[in-house]
């Protein structure tokens, strides 16, 4: 019996503990992700500055920025939905800046009814953020050349398109032409470590009882 004892009661904690642990990882990982979010929310609601003559594609996510120029008429279309609207496109415009440069604009969402609607170009100050989108996966279809339609905002792909820097800033507000912009927030971050590490935290309490329940009917068998 001595050894049942001694063996349940080992398996036991060695596996509360390997929950706890996971648990406790979890929080870890949330502190990470709180921090990752806290400095995203800081960069996007900052005072725009120039547009960085070679913006760092991790240090530089998210950094308001204003430019001054013109929309040259050249445009990508990206395949997206809304929950209010339904589908249509992110209209990606190319952007000619005043001191020489071509970049692109996520200018926002227009109805499937208005991808071919002409948007000219003028001059047009734009701020906004500057991101590189993590739209394109390993899955996300290819550029459809027949229908000039993206199915994600590939930076590299729509800049060689259009022949800009492989550089987009995110409309903080409307350009006009009937393009509701849409800036760039948080709402996308996932943060589901709280719910894993009560989770894994309710796992070890449960397996606790059921090696109580255990010692218990090892202490009570009949021999």
Not at 51 to 67: G, H, W
Not at 115 to 132: F, S
Not at 162 to 181: C, F, K, M, N
């Amino acid at each position: 019996m001595l050894r049942n004892l001694i063996f349940a009661l080992g398996l036991g904690l060695s596996g509360a503990g390997v929950l706890i642990a996971l648990g406790l990882w979890q929080l870890d990982r949330l502190d990470w992700k709180e921090g990752i979010i806290a400095r995203a929310e800081a960069m996007i609601a900052a005072p725009p500055v120039a547009l960085p003559a070679a913006p760092d594609p991790v240090a530089d996510r998210y950094r308001a920025v204003s430019v001054t120029g013109s929309f040259t008429g050249e445009e990508a279309h990206v395949l997206t939905s809304t929950r209010e609207e339904g589908p249509g496109y992110l209209v990606i415009a190319a952007y000619a800046t005043s001191d020489g440069r071509r970049i692109l604009i996520d200018r926002g969402f227009v109805p499937e009814t208005e991808k071919t609607t002409p948007r000219p170009a003028r001059a047009q100050a734009v701020t906004g953020n500057l991101n590189w989108p993590d739209d394109v996966t390993s899955s996300t279809p290819p550029y459809d050349v027949s229908r000039a339609i993206w199915y994600g905002r590939d930076v590299a792909g729509i800049a060689a398109l259009l022949g800009t820097e492989p550089i987009l800033i995110i409309a903080r507000s409307d350009t006009g032409d009937g393009v509701a912009a849409r800036p760039v927030t948080t709402e996308g971050f996932r943060n589901d470590h709280w719910q894993y590490a009560v989770t894994w935290f309710s796992l070890a309490a449960v397996w606790l009882g059921m090696t109580l329940l255990l010692l218990w009917r090892i202490r009570t068998r009949k021999v």
